[in-house]
């Protein structure tokens, strides 16, 4: 085999981006990573971040057999056969006494593998399961309703041609999401004609880089949006013609608007009025703007009015459906629902945005002697227990819970609390693919081929649920025989006796991706059993995007489907003009809403809202979760691959540190409501006065100890979003002290 034969085509699993890979393989291990400059969207690109996959693939220990927890806590090895009957009777049995809408369901994938998510929604329609979170809904779901008001859907960014780029609570520079990321900022940035607007507290990366930065003080983001949106209407620099042709109810928003106090606005966020004005105007009188909002914002105060302020940024200077400016885009599958309707759970009430449950509610759901509490769970590819805010009460809940399903390749933090861990392939041991299809005007999917067998005694989720799904004995095998035989025949044979069967019995919809996964997937190339689930939806593409799918070369969905089977690198799947964006808008005469009552009433409340939420016993703020150069998604159950900050120092300000004797490399106590840990100091003026912050990623339990801090130990499941509960990650009240022993270890 030549060099170039030993190249294999995958993606990276770490953000939403899924930058295209090559590896080289050594045996099971990745001898070298490198980009795939055949990716239809990331082009070569890639960071440092992927370039140490190995550590995910072979850097942990990984589960090789189900495990059955013991009366006395201890864990049992156990056959698959076994394992598959006693949950699948565990989980009837929950259905039969409390009803199929008790077993709650979380994941559904992490940034990379979303297959399993698909054949999930089998498994749950199966049982009457109506309740499911994901970790969407500790960040996106508030950004995710204001847009089903506004645009009807996600927009996205046209950074690589906007003349003002603008980052709310996001540094693209460690945290990428931006396509081609780093390359996309500097090429900002050595542009004169360009500008680069960022608000954020802390001196970031993508802030030094920045024209403009705006460093609010923490928490008050909705303060200077407004202020720089009062600054637009004042100065009329509003795009009059946009919203006369483009948009209705504009004249509340604008009323609200006027009402704000600039100068007083400025002075609550820190930033002197002067450097609103001139971001505003930049804003105002720039050919394109393009915005991405991200967990800075997302994770603090008022998180869902700030998303509103930022899309009115762009909507009043009519920075959509052209080049550089803001877009709608299509879907392979949305990710989430994007309804304007808020649903509410069975206990404590809280929203359901998305069709998501908001994660600070989960615990709360549980604790409880109410008769809809939720009775069990499955949890998939998944750490709720590490991830979601206060990691003690998450705990509780899952130990008050009748059962719990942990389907995961790793022992993790969730997995120990669990009655059945059912060990799972890896990313790079299976098909595998993400939805997270987020571009415009051209959108790409990628479905990766594996690079290695699975490890042996695991198996990848889709045949995971399918054999719960014939445990239950949910479907008959004389449908699947006939479904099976018409697949033999071919697609359009297949098509017919599918679309039979749905129109027979409506009832067996919801169990389309097994249906498929049975009957369809067997005749696929090379193994892809579980890609089946995309032939359904290449038929969406072909109904909802018939035009842009073949403009993207694709004459037909089976010509697509064959074409993401075949593709390694990756496929465009829909190709569109900027003036197609309107065409995903769907409110009546394509005129987009500006008004939403919840959130107007919430920018006029602003003046009289708390600013600050410390005290005297709490005086500084924690950002609990600081994307830095060494700092990855908890999938990389391995401290090794970090060459930099290996103990993921707590950022601090030099006049705090000064005034706690404190220096970089000294231990400090941080103290919350909730709990308290050592860290080791780095003393920057990256931080404000007043703001401290703790990297993502670190705090596993793993078998050499815990590294660093376990942030959720610190975070508060009270404070959340009034209107979408999403969680103040990065904004928890906290107390510093110097350590009084500088050889203690983190605590628990």
């Known amino acids: 085999m030549t060099t170039t034969e030993r190249w294999h085509a995958t993606a990276c699993i770490l953000c939403e981006n899924n930058c295209g890979l090559l590896v080289r393989l050594d045996g099971r291990r990745f001898e070298k990573i490198r980009g795939d400059k055949d990716h239809p969207a990331s082009a070569g690109y890639t960071c440092n971040k992927a370039l140490r996959l190995d550590h995910y693939q072979n850097g942990g220990t990984r ?17 698959w056969d076994t394992a598959i009957s006693e949950i699948a009777a565990g989980l009837s049995a929950v259905r039969d006494a409390h009803g199929g809408d008790k077993i709650f369901y979380y994941g559904g994938g992490g940034q990379g593998n979303h297959l399993g998510g698909a054949y999930s929604g ?17 960040e996106k779901t508030g950004e995710g309703w204001v847009d089903a008001h506004l645009t009807g859907g996600h927009t996205t960014g046209d950074f690589e041609h906007a003349e003002v780029s603008v980052f709310l609570g996001k540094n693209p520079w460690q945290s990428h999401g931006v396509a081609r990321a780093r390359t996309v900022l500097q090429q900002i940035a050595k542009d004169p004609a360009r500008t680069m607007i960022v608000l954020d507290p802390v001196r970031t990366e993508t802030a030094e880089m920045a024209d403009i930065h705006l460093p609010v003080r923490p928490g008050t983001d909705a303060w200077c949006l407004a202020a720089m949106l009062a600054v637009l209407v004042r100065d009329d620099l509003l795009d009059h013609g946009f919203l006369a042709e483009h948009t209705t109810d504009a004249a509340p928003v604008l009323d609200a608007l006027r009402a704000v106090d600039i100068d007083a606005y400025a002075e609550v966020c820190g930033v002197p009025v002067d450097l609103v004005r001139a971001a505003a105007h930049r804003i105002g009188t720039a050919g394109s703007v393009a915005t991405y909002e991200d967990l800075g914002v997302q994770q603090s105060p008022n998180s869902t009015l700030v998303s509103y302020l930022n899309k009115l940024l762009w909507l009043l200077t009519g920075n959509f459906a052209k080049r550089g400016a803001m877009h709608p885009h299509s879907w392979l599958v949305p990710l989430a629902g994007y309804d304007r309707e808020i649903k509410r759970t069975p206990v404590t009430g809280a929203p359901i945005l998305g069709g998501m449950v908001p994660c600070n509610s989960i615990a709360e759901e549980i604790l409880t002697d109410h008769p809809d509490r939720f009775r069990a769970m499955i949890i998939e590819s998944s750490n709720p227990a590490h991830s979601l805010a206060d990691s003690a009460a998450f705990r509780a809940a899952l130990d008050a819970l009748d059962l719990v399903v942990v389907i995961d390749i790793a022992f993790t933090e969730t997995a ?23 571009e415009f005007p051209h959108n790409t999917f990628h479905l990766r081929a594996p690079l290695l067998d699975p490890l042996p005694g695991t198996l990848p989720e889709p045949e995971i649920y399918a054999r719960l799904l014939r445990e239950l004995g949910v479907v008959s095998r004389r449908r699947l025989a006939l479904l099976s035989a018409a697949a ?55 109904k909802l995007h018939p035009a842009a799918m073949r403009r993207a ?26 003036a197609d964006a309107w065409d995903y808008v769907p409110h009546p005469g394509k005129r987009i809403p500006l008004a939403i009552p919840e959130l107007l009433a919430a920018l006029r409340d602003l003046g009289g809202a708390p600013v600050a939420h410390t005290s005297d016993e709490f005086p500084f703020v924690l950002s609990a979760g600081e994307r830095r150069a060494f700092t990855a998604n908890t999938i990389f159950r391995d401290d090794s691959w970090r060459r930099r900050d290996p103990q993921g120092a707590l950022r601090v300000n030099p006049d705090d540190a000064a005034g706690l004797g404190l220096s970089s490399g000294d231990r400090a106590r941080v103290t919350t ?32 100890g815990r590294t660093g801090v376990a942030l959720n130990e610190l975070t508060d499941l009270t404070l959340r979003d009034s209107i979408a509960g999403t969680p103040w990650h990065k904004h928890v009240p906290a107390r510093l002290e110097p350590a009084p022993d500088q050889g203690v270890t983190p605590c628990p």
């Open 63 to 79: 589960l090789t057999s189900p495990l059955r927890r013991e009366p006395d806590g201890t864990y049992t090895e156990i056959d």
């Open 416 to 438: 120990r609390r669990a009655d059945y861990v059912l060990p799972a392939a890896s990313q790079f041991e299976k098909w595998e693919a993400t939805f997270f299809t987020l």
């Open 488 to 542: 033999r025949l071919g697609r359009r044979a297949y098509l017919g006796a599918f679309a039979a069967l749905m129109a027979i019995d409506k009832k067996t919809f919801g169990l389309a991706p097994y249906l498929l996964y049975e009957t369809l997937g067997p005749t696929l190339p090379d193994g892809a059993r579980s890609a089946a689930v995309l032939w359904a939806l290449t038929q969406r593409v072909a």
């Open 553 to 578: 070369g694709h004459r037909n969905a089976d010509a697509l489907f064959d074409a993401i089977l075949a593709g390694r690198s990756g496929v465009t799947f829909t190709v569109d003009d900027y």
């Open 673 to 704: 409501a909730r709990g308290s840990a050592l860290t080791t100091v780095e003393v920057t003026d990256r931080m404000q006065r007043g703001h401290v912050s703790l990297p993502n990623g670190f705090g596993l339990d793993l078998p050499g």
């Open 122 to 138: 089998a498994l749950r329609r199966a049982l009457g399961s109506r309740y499911r979170s994901t970790a969407l809904a500790q």
